[in-house]
């Protein structure tokens, strides 16, 4: 089955053909990330006029890198959330038109499941259940999942996600939006052990999470260095805040495969691709005899191949939307699409 999916909760337009699930035919995404750069972060109107002045290019594209037509798709597959509302409209109704038009079935599909299953496309033998840990721009969670359309959510962040964390503190330390992987690189060339940054415990929960506490910790050790006219190793301060993170992420996952008895451990989200992260999962799973799951890099941040992977699952689910479907800024992951 060869499903056209369409991404553009934030601020990337994309469209891709993927085959059951699991093999790319095609992937498109048109970043828009230069533009919202010079506002240091996504200025959501921007954002909705250049999906719309996009995503006909965009779709076109990724039917003929497909060597497709409209008519040769089995299904339209559209994120319909979580995500910038004004966004997320304009590939609703893309789709909507282009299912309508083509008359096939219109599979929408959750943002967060979609990066879950870019670890399909990365890993062929991938399958629930598993115990998955989402870092992104928006989100951290820690989800147990137990089949491609079934979730449960068993921790989450009490105020920022990771993504947005990074980028915060990326921004203290004179990055440009969106800084996590700036960060990653200086932290890459920097060592451990110069500031001491707290790891903020939430009463009440083993597996929820709170970046605050750190993000201002490292504005503060900034602005202090500042004000006393001293040089601050930009490399150091980002190689302990990355570390820090990647502690505070690792530890409360490994913790919530224990108490799951979890062999098979999942990492979806843009921070995914942090090299910090992925050398401490790498470390704590090898310790703990888990087997662990990564996207490649190219699957970490959004893209459209994802979600039609994601829609493949929810196809055989019976998963369908309505010339009705409307696009939804926040849904909890584990709710399903009702009709
Ligand atoms: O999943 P994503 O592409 O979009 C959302 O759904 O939010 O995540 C974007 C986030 C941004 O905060 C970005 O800075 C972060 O992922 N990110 C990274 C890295 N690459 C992207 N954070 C840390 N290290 C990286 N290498
Ligand atoms: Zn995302």
Known sequence: ?????????????????????????????????????????VVPE????????????????????????????????VTY????????????????????????????????????????????????????????????????????TKFKVIGRTRDDAAGEAFDKAARTMGFPYPGGIYLDSAAQQGKRGTYTLPKPKVNGSDYDFSFSGLKTAVINIVHNAKQKGQEISVNDLAADFQGTVADILTGHLMQAAKDYNAKTIVVAGGVSANSGLRSALEKACKKQGCELYLPKLSLCGDNAAMIGSQAYYEYLAGTRAGMDLNGVASIPVDVNYQN
């Not at 997320?88 to 299953?117: D, E, S, T, W």
């Open 1 to 41: 089955m060869r499903i056209l999916a369409i991404e553009s909760s934030c601020d990337e337009t994309a469209a891709s053909v993927v085959e059951d699930g699991r093999v790319i035919l095609s992937s498109v995404i048109h970043s828009q990330v230069a533009e919202h750069q010079q506002y240091g972060g």
């Open 46 to 77: 921007i954002a909705s006029r250049r999906h719309t002045e996009n995503i006909c290019d965009v779709v076109e594209k990724a039917l003929s890198d497909a060597s497709m037509k409209l008519e040769d798709v089995d299904a339209i597959a």
């Open 81 to 148: 959330a979580p995500g910038l509302i004004g966004a997320l409209l304009v590939g609703v109704n893309y789709a909507k038109g282009l299912a309508m038009a083509a008359n096939k079935p219109l599979i929408p599909v959750h943002h967060i499941r979609g990066h879950i299953a870019a670890n399909y496309l990365t890993h062929p033998e991938l399958k629930p259940p598993f115990l998955c840990l989402v870092a992104s721009g928006g989100h951290s969670h820690i989800i147990w999942v137990e089949d491609y």
